[in-house]
């Protein structure tokens, strides 16, 4: 069975930290182009950064660059989400999804539809 399970969301100060972890069982991540999706109540999923499927480039939505850095442990199978400077406008549950059938990261993020796998997501909440 393919499966992602997230970890490592909760609540934080705007201005504070979080690392967010993915990690897949049932495949291996390093022929799967990975993706960090959030989507906020009342709106659409936003795609926030996608590594590609050679894991040589990792693409970030306009909103994080700069803040949030995205990286792949092929030994351990996971993919990270380190979110630095984090705002109440990135309060939202974020999700990890992997699809075989795409090899861009710029691919992955601009997504719509249907990916592969998803991960169950997990709450960041950035609030005072």
């Known amino acids: 069975q393919l499966q992602l399970v997230e970890s490592g969301g909760g609540l934080v100060q705007p201005g504070g930290s979080l690392r967010l972890s993915c990690t897949a069982s049932g495949f291996t991540l390093d022929d799967h182009a990975i993706g960090w999706f959030r989507q906020a109540p009342g709106k659409e999923r936003e795609g926030v950064s996608c590594i590609s499927s050679s894991g040589y480039s990792i693409n970030y939505a306009d909103s994080v660059k700069g803040r949030f850095i995205m990286s792949r442990d092929v030994a351990k199978n996971t993919v990270n989400l380190q979110m630095y400077s984090l705002k109440p406008e990135d309060t939202a549950v974020y999700y990890c999804?992997?699809?075989?059938?795409?090899?861009?990261?710029?691919?992955?993020?601009?997504?719509?539809?249907?990916?592969?796998?998803w991960g169950q997501g997990t709450l960041v909440n950035v609030s005072s």
């Open positions: 999804a992997a699809d075989s059938s795409i090899r861009a990261a710029q691919a992955m993020c601009v997504v719509r539809g249907y990916l592969e796998v």
